[in-house]
């Protein structure tokens, strides 16, 4: 494969571009670059700056690590949305399914990850203390814990819980169990048997 | 609500010991049909067993043990003696086939498992594969003895932690998953260890996260751990008077730095001796059991039989557990048992298999008087085989004792 000869430098360039983004290989590179070519000039020209820009001028918000067009994100700018609730999440896309939910009206705080000596990621590593430095300022009365449901994931959560442990703050995290329009028997055993153990009165689930 | 949550413990309460014994009627299982093509040097068996003793007599390398294992092979999906599967095909054959037909609850089941050489093992119930080998294992339970179990007294501690494990979690899925976990966190931290070295500042700020999360996943597999050794023992001894005859007083203690005071304070105590070893020192990965006999370390001070009859116990303090789990026995697989034993110490292992908590035994030995001696005693049923250089021929003076 990698001795494909192409008739042209620029294609070629362009092909090892592509290839360079997750999930293309030599082949989808070059059909992509093949169908850039019959594009219309205006319409490659508009993809390249949406491209740049992102690159270039998208920020991180400053208050909760989310992506954003500004310096605040439109969530943490938004003025009806509850600013002393914080959910506590791994990365970007965790904030996308969460309001997809519709389900959540306080802010984030993006963390970049969970600690995992294994891939060689610290507490140093996350954003972990502009989280600490905003709950010593009283500004918030609950942190939602919103990672995910591994080993490491708890470890994280238990470092952040340490951390807020000094400050008046409700501490609390989702809930985890069998998922919703799921037949019990397929449920695997580990969740089933932990939503047996954490079960909640009938009244709190109608 | 309330009344729907009432009736359901009622029901529990009322007719649980209804429900068990329902349980102990309907839930039999052994094997009735066993065929192997290729397996180690039986190059073709067609074998028919009976519910009582199966004995496979022969000389040394006739292929005695290559039956049990293929049997064994039909519960766990692998060898009990060769981790390399394709290790198992017969010499200059190109795969293996083991069939084997069982009555579970009055139903047959058919479980495939074969072989081609470079190719993915088949395994099948009723002719539909499995699609993940974990979900067979547990429905045909047995236990195997052999001599190489001895490793259970001589080896290093993770002979013994292996063992207290493969019991538990057979018998406690949370179990495992908490093993799980504690290896990882383990991992974790040996890793942050590592990166430790000959720098400062990398592990203070999450150290103690580590600590924590060890001690708490380790402290639910030490209480686990001995809650269990606390019910294995007198079953464990039960069975060594039975053996032995009753004059050796033995005695199993389970060693755990968690009894020794509060284990984080002590991960945190031996972290600079951590660091430079790049390894954890404290916690329950470093479990072991003291087998003792007549109050001294049977590993350093039994004699070959006493070791022997050591580790049979144990396995049998394994069957009785996986018996009361399940509701109906395992089948039972010895293999060469009355190697270094004495005859008192074979014959009465003999008697005690044939007692009704057994169902289904196989035993091998070389010497065919001598196990038909002892096995027409036990009033079970009993068929031999010949084996003779990995052809395998059913005897035909076996008897029905009932």
């Known amino acids: ?206 | 609500m309330f009344i729907y949550a009432f009736k359901f413990e009622q029901l529990l309460s009322s007719s649980g010991k209804l429900l068990f014994l329902h349980k102990r009627i309907w839930h039999q299982m052994h094997l009735n049909h066993l065929n192997l093509l290729n397996f180690k040097n039986i190059r073709q068996a067609e074998l028919s067993f009976i519910e009582g003793i199966n004995c496979f007599v022969g000389d040394n390398g006739a292929g005695k043990t290559n039956l049990l294992d293929a049997i064994y092979y039909l519960s766990f999906c692998k060898s009990y003696f060769n981790s390399i599967d394709s290790q198992l095909i017969c010499h200059e054959e190109e795969f293996f086939v083991v069939q084997g037909r069982y009555e579970r609850d009055s139903q047959p089941e058919d479980i495939y498992a074969g072989l081609k050489r470079s190719q993915k093992k088949q395994f099948k119930r009723n002719k539909k594969e499995y699609p993940r080998l974990s979900e067979h294992i547990g429905l045909l339970p047995l236990v195997m003895i052999s001599p190489g179990d001895e490793r259970l007294i001589v080896d290093g501690s993770d002979q013994r932690r292996k063992f207290v494990d493969g019991v538990i979690s057979q018998i406690d899925k949370n179990y495992l998953e908490q093993l799980l976990r504690y290896n990882r966190i383990l991992n974790q931290r040996n890793t942050l260890l590592k990166s430790a070295r000959g720098k400062s500042g990398v592990i203070e700020s999450q150290i103690d996260i580590w600590n924590s999360q060890l001690a708490l996943t380790g402290q639910a597999i030490f209480d686990r751990r001995r809650m269990f050794v606390e019910q294995l023992e007198p079953v464990f001894q039960k069975y060594h008077n039975y053996i032995s005859g009753g004059n050796e007083v033995v005695k199993i203690n389970y060693h755990s730095h968690h009894q020794k005071g509060d284990i984080e304070l002590m991960l945190q105590h031996n972290l600079a001796k951590d660091i430079v070893l790049g390894y954890t020192t404290r916690g329950v990965h470093r479990d072991d059991l003291e087998l003792l006999l007549n109050s001294y370390a049977v590993k350093k001070d039994g004699s070959q039989g006493q070791k022997k009859t050591f580790f049979i116990a144990l396995k049998l303090a394994q069957f009785e557990f996986l018996n009361s789990h399940f509701g109906y026995p395992p089948v039972l697989l010895l293999d060469d048992l009355f190697d270094k034993l004495d005859e008192n110490r074979g014959n009465r292992l003999v008697e005690l298999v044939g007692s009704d908590l057994f169902r289904q035994i196989f035993i091998t030995d070389t010497q065919k008087q001598r196990l038909l001696d002892i096995v027409k005693h036990t009033g079970k049923n009993y068929a031999f085989f010949d084996v003779k250089e990995g052809e395998v021929v059913k005897d035909a003076q076996n008897v029905m004792n009932d």
């Open chain 1, 1 to 206: 494969m990698n001795s494909s000869r192409f008739p042209s430098r620029l294609l070629e360039n362009a092909v090892n571009e592509f290839s360079r983004l997750p999930g293309i290989g030599r082949k989808t590179a070059l059909r992509l670059a093949l169908f850039i070519l019959k594009q219309e000039k205006d319409d490659v020209q508009r993809f390249s700056e949406a491209v740049k820009a992102l690159r270039e001028e998208i920020q991180y918000c400053k208050v909760c690590h989310n992506l954003s067009d500004d310096e605040i994100c439109e969530i943490c700018a938004n003025p009806k949305r509850d600013h002393a609730q914080v959910c506590v999440v791994e990365s970007i896309r965790d904030v996308m399914a969460i309001e997809n939910t519709q389900q959540y009206k306080g802010i984030y705080h993006v963390l970049g990850g969970v600690i995992s000596p294994m891939d060689g990621i610290g507490p140093d590593d996350l954003s972990i203390n502009p989280l600490v430095e905003k709950a010593s300022t009283g500004a918030v009365s609950e942190v939602i814990f919103a990672l995910s449901a591994t080993m490491e994931g708890d470890t994280t959560n238990f470092y952040i819980y340490k951390k807020l442990a000094a400050f008046p703050i409700s501490v609390t995290t989702i809930a985890r169990g069998v998922s919703v329009g799921d037949e019990l028997e397929y449920a695997d055993e580990v969740t089933l048997g932990r939503s047996l153990v954490n079960r909640l009165p009938f009244e709190k689930t109608l």
